[in-house]
Structure formats: structure tokens, C-alpha cells
């Protein structure tokens, strides 16, 4: 007889769900079997709550493996995680393999949570409840085993695809990976059923949800089938001949060697399915409640379920987040560091491209001299909840989501330790600095710059933190993967420029210039993407279903100089240097390596990611 721990089942998503006293009043050591689960109305919504525990925490961008994190933002070129023990930094210098892979957590956590998710859709008929809600059950399931086959598959690319619980009689050594294009099919189909299932509940407003909040909607499924179609009408996969050996056992390929446009049209008509569903809901559109484009931009992320959101998590009150972003002279660790490269890569406050390469190996920028940025010299202007008067000249008149996204050297950051929370701080990242690296014990900022953006501007560290939520998935991206797609497949039309233009204007910048050529306008929504979506747990994946990664993350990262400096306007402080020189080996490094283990298990039929082979003891 099948048993389920009780104490298992408890484990919700702490203040995210509901769950029941009687329920929580049960006993570790009790036991129930699917029987006794599935026939009681409480036991089989827990149990689908339980689910959703498996959602990985991305908020954790800093630690090692073993609690299902991120290693992805400090594993591309926008940020560095000053704590060592970090995986992105196996991933940075090429010391990830098949070995050490398990530390992420990422095979494992995502095939446990599918096979709970079949053990409910197999079982949930028998529930004695309504039929309304055991549709609603059940779009809420097919939606999470769409998401949790995505998130192994945009980390290994063909996946073995699950539809049911195995059985111990089954020849689950046998379970193979599936060609790319039959995962995004299954991935796609999925969160079609789950947006039929829940057409009822685009939008889960938190007046009237009664501890709904965190759970699918139709709107979750929808911007999920829009980035899977996204994804595989990408370069990586779509008529990718660099993988053409990159086979099943039998010979099958496992990734498209033949191009196919229609995969963008597909993906475009998924957006806009979505773009469409969103204003039909009336509940569900870009975030546009304050006037500051910086505060507006800032509260995306801030205010809890807005109207953006298609898909979060509730995280609580998450102080290791909090307490890594905030610098040295409040107590905290000051580890999530933005690089150089991800600084310049803001435009300028009226659109213009400040930074159009390097020389140097990194060291020297080229500067656009129509943008009016300027590297030397220090500003003797101030713009409210921007600059104050003395920061470096780099740092002025930048484009909005820059005073949003990254605190730097002078930025006015919450209130000072020093007089008890009641005067602004300014940040010191310099040498000698309250917040430099002559003041810290092992954690300091690295880079010379904090991350700004997703975290609360009015929390006090150590002494008071708000409920949060991670974002996974909202309708800024959306705009975004319409624009791409619709690119691809037809050119710059005037709706691909009205979707990137409404992401540009809230952002309070101009519209993008007309005239645009395919090529052209391609590469300017990847820029767009890169600086709307920054830490968002995008920009990894994006560079790699467009094959730049091989460019992007092949080269070294750079930062100001945090050896130097007394003062905020000492010039040795702002001069570049080298952090760390990161590796990328095309077209090994696209995929994530299967774990050792599970390979050896079924050598035979599991066929190991490409190039990437188990180290021999010592490497």
C-alpha cells in the first residue's frame, strides 16, 4: 500500500497558501495512504499545496547548492556573487561538471515535484468535492507540471517527459530524453489544459482570494506557453547544426537541424494570446501607478501582486535576500554585485547608447560622444531620488531603471547606523569606506555596486523586513517575447515597435527610432530585455537559446576599483579593473551536464549532455 507522510503533506508554502487546523494538527509520525488522501476534501487540497513547495527559491542568488537556488543571475555576465561558495562560480570558470552538478538541485527537485503532480491528476477524481473545484485542482496541476519540466528543461535542453506516477513495475530504466521540440510540445500543451481548466481565474486579487495568493492562474499558463514557444523557435534549437551530434541512443536527433520560421510565428501567436487574455481579465496590465518612472519601475517588484504579476512566489519575510544586497556598515553581506559591463549597459536618460564597446581586453570603454556620457569628473547637479551633487559624472543622467536597479559609490541608500536609522547613508564603496572593503570582514561589495532592484528601499536590516515575493513570470515579459517573435518571423512591423515602445515609455524613455532593419531591431529587443528584465532569472537562458553566450560570458568581467580610494571623488576609486576572467566552452557550456549518478544508473539510455564528460579523481 502506497503511504504519504502526513508530515510531508503539512509543508505548505509557509505564508503563501492556505492551509487547515484539523489538517495541521496531525502528527509527524502518522501516515496516510493515497486512500485516505484522496478521499477527504482537506487532505487532497494539501497535498496539491505541498506541490508548490518545489518552486525554486531564486530570491537565493548567493548560496551554494542543496535548497533548489539560483545559480544563474551570478552565473552571466550581469552580476558576481562575492561569496565563494557560490556554484556560479563553477559555472563562471568552468569548474562545473557532472560530478557537482547535483549541487543545484535542478534534475532531482524537478522530477520529485512531477511525480507528485501525476500522482494528483491520477487520483484527484476520487476527492469528494465539487466539480468546480476539482477543475480548478486540476488546472492548477497541469499548469505545475508544465513548470517544473520547463525548469529542467531550460537548464538541460531534451528532457525525459513524465505524463504519469511511475510504477515500481515499470522499466524506469529505460526513460529516455526527448527531442527538444516534443518537450516544448508537452510543455506548451500543458499549460493549455491548465488555461482552459482555470479560464475563470485569469487574476488572483488578494482582496477577495481568502489565501489564494501563489497559486496558477489562467494568466500563469499563458505567459508560461509564451516562453517555452519563445524558447524553442530560438537559435539554440531551431535548425542548430552545431548540435547535430547531440543524439538519443537510437539515433534520434535530439535538437532541430532543419529551421523552421513558423516556430516564431508560433511563439508570437502565444504572446499575443496572452497580451489579449491580459486586457480582456481588466485585472492584469503594465504596472504604471506612479508618476517617477523610478519609484514606478522600483514598485513592480515591491508591491505585492500587482496587477503585472502572472506568476510569483511568497517567500516571507526573506532576510538572507534582504541581508545580501545591503552593504557592509548596516551588518549585511554586500555579495550581490552587479559588474561593470551590466552598469554600462544602460542608455543614457534620452535614450542614447553611452557605451558601445571595449578595448583593452575590458579595461577601456569606447564612448559615444553624441550620448553625452562622461567617465571623468564628478557632477555638481542633484536629481531627487536619482544623484546627489559629488558622484562621479558615470553615474549621471542615466536612464531611470538605472537609479532603480543598482546602488553605486554616493547613491543615497535608506538611513544611517550611525544615527540610528534617522539620516540618509550615503554608500561608500571605496577603499576606505564605511561600506569599502578596509572596513569588512570576508563578505564585501566586489564590483563597487549592489543590486537595487527587488529588494524593499525602507527595510531596516536586522531589525525589520517585509513579506515578499519572487516573480517568476509578468506581462513586461510578455510584451517582450511578442516583439522578438514577431521580429523573427516578419520584421520590424509597427506592432513590434508599439510592444517594445510600451516597455520603453513606462520606463520613461523615448520610442525607439524608426527605420529599423530585422537585424537591427533584433538586437535592439535584446538589449531591452537585458536591462527590463536584469536579475530576473533571464538573462542566463536568453543568451544561450540565442547562441551569444559564447561571446557574452567568453571574457572577463570588470568592476571599479575597491582597493583604491578615500573619498567619494578620489579618481582612483572609478578606474576599471578586471574582477575575473570567465570561461565558455561552445557548445559544451549551452547545457547543463546530467548529473554522474543518474547517468550510471542507465547508461544504456540516458544520453549524457554534449561535450561533457565525468572528471577523473584529481580534476
Not at 74 to 88: L, N, W
Not at 250 to 255: A, E, N, R, S, V
Not at 470 to 486: C, D, M, Q, T
Request: charged letters at 25%.
Amino acid at each position: 500500500m502506497k503511504c504519504i507522510c502526513k508530515y510531508l503533506l503539512v509543508f505548505a508554502l509557509g505564508t503563501s497558501l492556505a492551509s487547515c487546523s484539523d489538517f495541521l494538527d496531525m502528527t509527524p509520525d502518522e501516515v496516510l495512504t493515497l486512500d485516505d488522501v484522496f478521499n477527504n476534501r482537506i487532505y487532497t487540497r494539501n497535498f496539491l499545496t505541498h506541490i508548490y513547495s518545489w518552486t525554486p527559491t531564486e530570491a537565493n542568488m548567493a548560496d551554494s547548492g542543496g535548497a533548489w537556488r539560483n545559480p544563474y543571475t551570478g552565473g552571466c555576465d550581469e552580476m558576481e556573487i562575492a561569496f565563494g561558495g557560490a556554484y556560479s562560480h563553477q559555472i563562471n570558470n568552468g569548474g562545473w561538471n557532472p560530478s557537482n552538478i547535483k549541487d543545484t538541485q535542478v534534475w532531482p527537485e524537478s522530477y520529485m515535484a512531477i511525480r507528485k503532480v501525476n500522482q494528483f491528476l491520477e487520483n484527484v477524481d476520487r476527492c469528494p468535492t465539487s466539480d468546480t473545484e476539482k477543475s480548478h485542482w486540476k488546472g492548477e496541476a497541469y499548469f505545475l507540471r508544465a513548470w517544473f519540466h520547463f525548469l529542467a528543461f531550460r537548464a538541460y535542453g531534451p528532457i525525459p517527459l513524465l505524463d504519469h506516477s511511475l510504477d515500481p513495475s515499470e522499466d524506469m530504466l529505460s526513460i529516455r530524453r526527448s527531442p527538444a521540440d516534443q518537450c516544448a510540445k508537452f510543455i506548451a500543451e500543458d499549460c493549455m489544459r491548465a488555461y482552459e481548466l482555470l479560464k475563470d481565474r485569469p487574476y488572483v486579487d488578494k482582496v477577495t482570494s481568502d489565501g489564494d495568493l501563489g497559486r496558477a492562474t489562467s494568466m500563469a499558463a499563458l505567459g508560461l506557453r509564451s516562453r517555452v514557444l519563445l524558447y524553442i523557435a530560438s537559435p539554440l534549437y531551431n535548425g542548430n547544426t552545431d548540435m547535430a551530434s547531440f543524439r538519443d541512443v537510437d539515433g534520434t536527433p535530439l535538437i532541430s537541424q532543419t529551421y523552421d520560421p513558423e516556430k516564431w510565428n508560433e511563439a508570437a501567436k502565444a504572446a499575443r494570446l496572452c497580451l489579449d487574455e491580459a486586457a480582456a481579465s481588466g485585472y492584469v496590465r503594465l504596472y504604471e501607478r506612479d508618476s517617477d518612472p523610478v519609484t514606478n519601475y522600483q514598485n513592480i517588484f515591491n508591491q505585492n501582486w500587482n496587477e503585472e504579476i502572472l506568476w510569483a512566489k511568497n517567500i516571507g519575510t526573506y532576510d538572507h535576500w534582504e541581508n545580501c544586497c545591503n552593504p557592509i556598515s548596516f551588518g549585511c553581506f554586500s555579495i550581490i554585485n552587479p559588474t561593470q559591463e551590466m552598469v554600462d549597459a544602460y542608455e543614457m536618460a534620452d535614450g542614447s547608447t553611452p557605451i558601445t564597446g571595449y578595448t583593452d581586453n575590458g579595461l577601456t570603454p569606447i564612448i559615444n560622444p553624441e550620448s553625452g556620457y562622461v567617465e571623468e569628473g564628478f557632477t555638481d547637479t542633484e536629481y531627487e531620488n536619482r544623484w546627489q551633487k559629488g558622484v562621479s559624472n558615470m553615474y549621471v543622467n542615466r536612464e531611470p531603471r538605472f537609479y532603480a536597479s543598482i546602488n553605486f559609490a554616493g547613491a543615497i541608500w535608506l538611513t544611517s547606523r550611525a544615527s540610528n536609522w534617522t539620516e540618509p547613508h550615503t554608500l561608500e564603496f571605496w577603499y576606505t569606506g564605511v561600506d569599502g572593503k578596509n572596513n569588512a570582514g570576508s563578505d564585501y561589495c566586489k564590483t563597487g555596486y549592489l543590486m537595487k532592484k527587488l529588494i524593499y528601499p525602507t527595510v531596516i536590516p536586522f531589525q525589520s523586513y517585509p513579506v515578499q515575493q519572487w516573480v517568476y513570470i509578468r506581462l513586461g515579459e510578455i510584451y517582450l517575447n511578442y516583439a522578438e517573435a514577431l521580429n523573427e518571423y516578419g520584421g520590424p512591423t509597427s506592432e513590434v515597435y508599439n510592444a517594445v515602445n510600451e516597455i520603453r515609455n513606462r520606463a520613461g524613455l523615448p520610442d525607439l527610432p524608426t527605420g529599423l532593419s530585422p537585424e537591427q531591431m533584433r538586437e535592439r529587443i535584446k538589449h531591452e530585455r537585458r536591462i527590463e528584465l536584469a536579475f530576473e532569472v533571464h538573462r542566463f537562458f536568453d543568451v544561450r537559446r540565442w547562441k551569444d553566450a559564447e561571446h557574452t560570458e567568453n571574457q572577463p568581467v570588470h568592476s571599479m576599483n575597491i582597493m583604491e580610494g578615500t573619498h567619494m571623488q578620489d579618481p582612483a576609486y572609478y578606474k576599471r579593473v578586471q574582477i575575473e576572467e570567465r570561461v565558455f566552452e561552445a557548445p559544451k557550456h549551452y547545457f547543463f551536464p546530467v548529473d554522474q549518478v543518474e547517468i550510471d544508473k542507465r547508461p544504456q539510455y540516458l544520453v549524457q549532455s554534449p561535450g561533457w564528460t565525468t572528471p577523473t579523481s584529481g580534476d
